[in-house]
Every structure is written in C-alpha cells, then in structure tokens.
C-alpha cells in the first residue's frame, strides 16, 4: 500500500495552487513551542476542531438568524426558503452536530426549538429525503438526548412522538404491489392519483436502518417490514451480473433506468445494506445481500482505482465520469473492511483536488475537468467522509493533513456573511445562494470528528446514516459488551432508579410502548435476549392484532 507518497506530494501540490496564503497565515499562528511533528499535529487537529466548532455556530446561527423556520438558508440573500417540506429542515438536520460538538445546552434547546414543527401540512416531499434527514435528524437527536449523561434527565422524549408521526405519513408510500415505495407523498393527503410510478434505487433501499430503530423503540414492526420488504424487491430484481438500475417502476418492478452506478441514484442501497448488519444484532440477511451486491460492483465496475457506470445486464461501459456523490464509497470500503483498495480509490479522488478546490458533481477522469455542465460543488460531505473513515481505520496523518486542506477551502471561498455559500462552478469558485442542509448536518460534522479523537462518537458504538446521524449500535452474539459503554461517563441504571424510573414499566406515548431499549442503555448495555423477548412478544401481540399482515 503507497497511497501516502502519493497523498504527500499532493498536498504539497495543493498548497501551492490554492491554499498557500491561507495556510502559511495559519501555519504562523500556531503555537510554536513544541517540537516533533506529531505534537504539533495534535496542535494543529486542536487548532482545526475549534475552527470547525466555530464554523458550526457561524452556519447555524446565520441560518437561525435570517431563514428559520424556512427549511434552508440563502446565504447570499441572507434569507430563507423552503426546499423540501416547510419543515424546518436545516434545524433538524443539525440538531444532533450540536452534540458531536460537545454543546449539550445547544443540542437541548435546538432539540425544544424543533417540537414546535408540525408535519400535517400539504406539501409533498422525498419520501427518502425525508426518511434520512427529519427522521434521521429527530431519530439520532432523541437516542442521545435520552441516554447521554449530560441530558438524560432533562429531556422530555418528545421528539419520539414527531418520528412516529412523520414515519406514519410516509408509511402509505410503501403499499404497492412490489413494497418498492413511491418517491414522493403529500404529507397531509398520501399518494396523488398522478404520482410518477418510477423511484430511484437508493430512493427505495435507503429505509432500513432509521425504520428498523422505530420498530425497536415503538415495538412495532410494520416500520422495521416495510424497508425490508422494499430492500429485498430491489435485490430480487438484481440483474444476472449482480447490477442495479437507477430507477424502477414500483407497481410494475420493471426497470426504467438500466444504467448502474455508485453514485447518485444507486450509492446508499449499498451503504445501507452493509451498515444495516453492523448497526442490529445478528441481520445476516443484509450482510448476505451486501456481499453479493459488492462482488458484483468489484468485478463489472472497477476499471483500475475508478468504479464508473455501466449498464446493468451487460455490463457494458457507458461513460467515464466520477459522481462526486461516489466519493463515499472509499469509506464504504474501509468498513467492509476492504483498506487497502479503500485507501488507492480515495487517493486517486483526491487527485481531482489538484485542479480545482472542490470536487466538482460530475469529474471527467481523463482530463479531470468537471465534466459538461456539472461544474457546481454544494458543499458535499462524501469526500470528508471517506477521509475521516479512512483516517478512524488507519491513523494516516497524510489524511488529517488532507482534511485541513480542504477546511481551509471552505472558509476561503465559501464562507460569507451570512453562512456558507454553495459554489457554482469550481473553475472560477463562483459563489452561489444557497447553504445545504447537510452542510451543518454532515460536512461540518465529519470535520469535527476527523479533528476530535477523543469524541464518543468517533467508536464503534456508532454507525451513521447517510446524513451523518450516529445511530447507537446494538449488541450481537459477535460484538462484546464493553462496546456498549457508550459515552466517555459511567451512566448506570441506578442513575435511572433515583428518577424514580421503573424500567419494568416502560412509559406509553399515544399508547405505544417505546422505552424498552433505551432502559438497555441505561444498563449500560441493550441485553440482547431481553431485547428479543419482549420485542417477539410485542411483535406476536401486534400481528394478533392485525392478522392480515402477518
Ligand atoms: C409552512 O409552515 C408554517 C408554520 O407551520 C405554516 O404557517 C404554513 O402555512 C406552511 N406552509 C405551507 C405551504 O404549508
Ligand atoms: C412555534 O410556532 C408558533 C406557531 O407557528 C409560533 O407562533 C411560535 O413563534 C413558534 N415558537 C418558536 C420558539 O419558534
Ligand atoms: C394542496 O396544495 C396544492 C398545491 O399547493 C393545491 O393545489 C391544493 O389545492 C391543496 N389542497 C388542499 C386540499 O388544500
């Protein structure tokens, strides 16, 4: 493995196009009485995690500040608009970065601000957007809030009751002939009689790891069926290579798209079979699917350190172009634990940064021009992501090295008053007028962590959805006990006892029973037999209940 040479005489390369004032300026500030580089590298990740702390708070409060309860902020217009669903999208997308930050008072009143969103309005949304990043948002930001010692007792679980109210209006999406969901639902009034038929692959295989943490706290399993049931339509309708469309009809399971790819419209079908298995006691069936799914990719797909498009029934190559969104995959890579081609692809990403300070969404890998007219750059996390993963499994400070590169491009041309601007054209760094959400919620987030060794949230107990939210792990036969000592503090069930909490009572909301696990938590470990029983106990309740399900 030699991708650190490479890595090395990249940086050099890319401090010397892009970031050479910005760094020395930096570099000249930093404390200079260490000496030995690895010290002054902690210096430096130290250095680095507070900036990015304090980017978090120049983000969110711009967007506080000028868009709430807009969905995201303009940040060239320093105003507001609502992209998705006029659901406050930005707030929830962030609430749980406030804990990776270590601000729990912040996560506390962000988690308070956000109970004032309604979902019974008539608007209709991404049945997926909505999945990975309010559910996603509200479901991470209420496991840490009800277990992590600094706010267990001082939440009120109400962000429970919001989860399963908008899973409950995304539910009617999933009732069609193949359990392959629609793409979009109005909220208020379900499926539109003239809804497009066709959902992209990741768009229908990209539920199981937020819907199977609702069963698990609510003890109904129709959430936990309906992704697996969708899950599994798309791995049946695989080609005989292995391959996966872009989009299907989901009355007909017929393909509509052919082309496959690991980036946009296929990327997180992959990632969820895989962390699906990491994040739930014993789910072989994902891990059987992912393993055939990622074969496949390696052997029709990999052409040298690229993975590029082609068509899935023959495997015939359509085009030679990198998706920025593909970006992730290295870090998918690392945890299947594939590192040493994990590390190879991402060095050879990394090169695009080389010629221009972003990745652009759509790289030519011949010239490594952005390819036609995808020249933009919104802010994406995935190449961050990958490096921060890479960097959890290898300890390469190449890497680290990479990730303060790249911090000092968004500050420099990207920052502005009102937040972060999106970049239109990565060749001229034009500026656009528009923050993501998932800027707060997953690039700025992967930052920090790559900065903070020491974060809870940098171990295993975690597994991220494809919105950076850290989902707690739960136990299996193969993961010991100790993993789940999940934040730095000892935090016991005699905690919990002096709260005058019964955990042989769990507490009812609208007449569900959803604190069995977190109780787990508060043992410092979810028992995996308690966990089975009384879930299988509720499961045959349920199912007694609604016979035609079964
Ligand atoms: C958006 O939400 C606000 C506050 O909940 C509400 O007053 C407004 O009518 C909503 N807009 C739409 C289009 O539903
Ligand atoms: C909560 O929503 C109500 C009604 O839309 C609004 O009047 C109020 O200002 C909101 N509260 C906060 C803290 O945003
Ligand atoms: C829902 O919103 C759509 C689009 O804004 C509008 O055409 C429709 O009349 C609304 N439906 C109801 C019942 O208000």
Redesign the pocket.
């Known amino acids: 493995m030699k991708p650190a040479v490479t890595l090395s005489r990249l940086i050099v390369a890319v401090l010397s196009l892009w970031g050479l004032g910005v760094s020395a300026g930096l570099f000249s500030r930093l404390p200079k009485s260490h000496s030995g580089t690895s010290m002054d590298l902690v210096h430096k990740r130290e250095h680095y995690r507070l900036k990015t702390k304090e980017a978090f708070y120049h983000g969110l409060g711009s967007y506080l500040k000028h868009a709430?309860?807009k969905d995201e902020l303009k940040s060239l217009s320093c105003s507001g608009e609502d992209t998705l669903g006029n659901f406050t999208l930005t707030l929830i997308d962030s609430l749980d970065t406030a804990a990776v930050i270590g601000d729990m008072d912040l996560f506390l009143d962000l988690i308070h601000?956000s109970q004032?969103v309604t979902f019974d309005q008539n608007v209709t949304v991404s049945v997926f957007e909505t999945n990975i990043r309010i559910i996603g948002g509200l479901l991470s930001a209420h496991v840490i809030a009800a277990t992590h010692p600094d706010t267990w007792d001082k939440y009120n679980h109400g962000l429970l009751g919001l989860v399963v109210d908008l899973a409950d209006r995304l539910l009617p999406a999933f009732k069609t002939p193949t359990g392959l969901p629609y793409g979009s639902i109005n909220l208020k009034y379900g499926i539109h009689p003239e809804e497009s038929t066709l959902v992209c692959t990741a768009c229908a295989g990209t539920f199981s790891l937020e819907f199977t943490w609702i069963s698990i706290l609510t003890g109904l399993p129709v959430y936990e069926e309906v992704a697996r049931k969708a899950t599994k339509a798309l791995y049946d309708r695989r080609s005989t290579l292995g391959l996966y469309g872009n989009h299907i009809d989901v009355i007909t399971g017929a393909w509509a798209y052919k082309e496959c790819s690991i980036g946009g419209g296929v990327d997180s079908y992959y990632e969820y079979l895989l962390k699906t298995w990491i994040a739930f006691a014993d789910e072989n069936e994902y891990h059987e699917m992912f393993v055939e799914a990622y074969r496949a990719v390696k052997m029709h797909m990999k052409r040298g350190l690229w993975n590029i498009d082609v068509m899935m029934d023959n495997g015939v190559p359509i085009h030679e172009r990198f998706h920025s969104l593909g970006a992730f995959w290295p870090g998918l890579k690392a945890l299947a634990g594939d590192l040493s081609e994990a590390m190879d692809e991402l060095d050879a990403i990394s090169q695009i940064l080389a010629y221009s300070p972003f990745l652009a969404e759509m790289t030519n890998i011949q010239t490594f021009e952005p390819a036609g007219d995808r020249h933009q750059y919104p802010l994406r996390p995935e190449l961050i992501e990958s490096i921060w993963m890479l960097h959890r499994a290898t300890g390469d400070s190449e890497l680290l090295e990479l990730g303060f590169e790249m911090f000092d491009r968004i500050e420099k041309f990207t920052r502005v008053e009102c937040g972060f601007a999106n970049i239109e054209n990565v060749n001229e760094a034009a500026q656009g007028d528009k923050m993501e959400s998932f800027f707060l919620a997953e690039t700025l987030k992967y930052f920090y962590l790559l900065f903070d060794h020491e974060s809870p949230f940098n171990s295993e107990n975690f597994v991220f959805n494809t919105e950076a939210h850290p989902f707690l792990t739960l136990p299996t036969s193969y993961r010991p006990r100790s993993l789940f000592q999940a934040w730095a503090d000892p935090f016991t069930y005699s905690a919990w006892e002096s709260k005058g909490y019964d955990p042989t009572k769990p507490t009812a909301y609208r007449g569900i029973q959803h604190d069995h696990v977190v109780v787990g938590f508060a043992h410092g470990v979810c028992l995996k037999s308690d966990w089975t029983e009384a879930r299988e106990k509720k499961v045959k309740a349920w199912r007694s209940r609604n016979p035609s399900r079964s």
């Open positions: 709430y309860p601000l004032n």
